[in-house]
C-alpha cells in the first residue's frame, strides 16, 4: 500500500514542478495561462505541495516505526552517524554537480540563472547546504532548489529520537510533546498567516509564501509528527489488529 502511495505521491510531484518549470518560461498564450491557473481544472497542479506532506509523513511513520520496534538496541547515537554516512556522499555528488557541471551543459532562456546560481549562489550557500540549515538561508539567493526538504527532514530527524525515547520509557510524556509540537506548529503557521497576508488561493499567491512558510520546518513538521504518533499507535494496537 505504502509503495503504491509513494508512486502516486511522487508522479503529483514530477507533474506539478513540470507544469509550474513551464508556467513560469516565456509563452505565447500568457492571458490563457493565466485565467487556467485559476480554475479547478489546475487544483490538483497547485494542491501538489500535498504530496511533498505526504513524504514527512511517511519519514516519520518509517523511523519511529523501526526504531520503536526494537529501541533498545537502535535508539543509540549511532542513528545519526548512520544519516550522515548515508546523506553527504550523494548531497556531495548533487553539490558538485549542480555547482560545477550543471552551468557547462545547461542552454536555453534559464541559462544564466542556473549558471549564477551554480557559481555564485552554491559557493555562498555551502555551509547551509552541508549543516542542513539551507530552508533558512537568504530568500533571494539559491542552490539545489529542492534540498530545502531535506534540510527540515534533518531538522526533524534529530529531535524524533527524543520523541521516541519519551514515548518508550514514558508514552504519556511522549503523546504530550506530539501534541505540542503540533499545536505550536498550527499557531505559528497562523500567525505567520496573518502577519504576511498569505492566502492558501493559488490566485493570490505570493512569494512570502515559499518566503515565509513553505521551507520552514514550523510549517511542514505536522505531517511528520502525525507519522510517528500513528506508527506508536500502529505498535501498540498490532495485537489488536
Known amino acids: 500500500v505504502f509503495n503504491g502511495l509513494r508512486v502516486i505521491a511522487m508522479l503529483w510531484v514530477v507533474i506539478g514542478h513540470s507544469f509550474n518549470l513551464v508556467a513560469t518560461l516565456p509563452n505565447d498564450n500568457p492571458t490563457k495561462l493565466g485565467e487556467f491557473l485559476v480554475t479547478y481544472n489546475y487544483a ?10 505526504f513524504f ?12 520503536l520496534s526494537a529501541p533498545k538496541s537502535r535508539l543509540t547515537w549511532k542513528l545519526y552517524i548512520h544519516r550522515l554516512i ?32 551554480g557559481q555564485v549562489d552554491c559557493a555562498t550557500l555551502a555551509p547551509y547546504l552541508f549543516f542542513f540549515i539551507n530552508n533558512f538561508r537568504p530568500y533571494d539567493i539559491n542552490c539545489i532548489g529542492w534540498s530545502w526538504y531535506l534540510a527540515n527532514d534533518m531538522q526533524f530527524f534529530v529531535i524524533t529520537p527524543i520523541i521516541i ?3 518508550w520509557k514514558k508514552p504519556k510524556l511522549g503523546i504530550f510533546t506530539i501534541c505540542f509540537l503540533l499545536a505550536a506548529s498550527y499557531a505559528s503557521s497562523i500567525y505567520v498567516a496573518l502577519k504576511f497576508d498569505i ?3 493559488w490566485g493570490k499567491y505570493s512569494h512570502d509564501y515559499h518566503k515565509y512558510f513553505y521551507e520552514k520546518p514550523y510549517g511542514r513538521i505536522g505531517p511528520y509528527l502525525i507519522g510517528v504518533l500513528l506508527a506508536y499507535w500502529y505498535i501498540q494496537s498490532k495485537d489488536c489488529l
Open 165 to 167: 525515547y519519551l514515548l
Open 56 to 67: 514527512f509523513f511517511l519519514s516519520g511513520f518509517f523511523f519511529c516505526l523501526v526504531v
Open 44 to 53: 490538483y497542479l497547485y494542491n501538489a505541495t500535498l504530496s511533498v506532506d
Open 86 to 117: 548515508r546523506l553527504y556522499p550523494a548531497l556531495t555528488f548533487a553539490y558538485i554537480s549542480y555547482r560545477y557541471l550543471a552551468p557547462l551543459f545547461s542552454d536555453g532562456p534559464r541559462f544564466f540563472k542556473m549558471a549564477h546560481e
Open 199 to 201: 492566502y492558501a488561493s
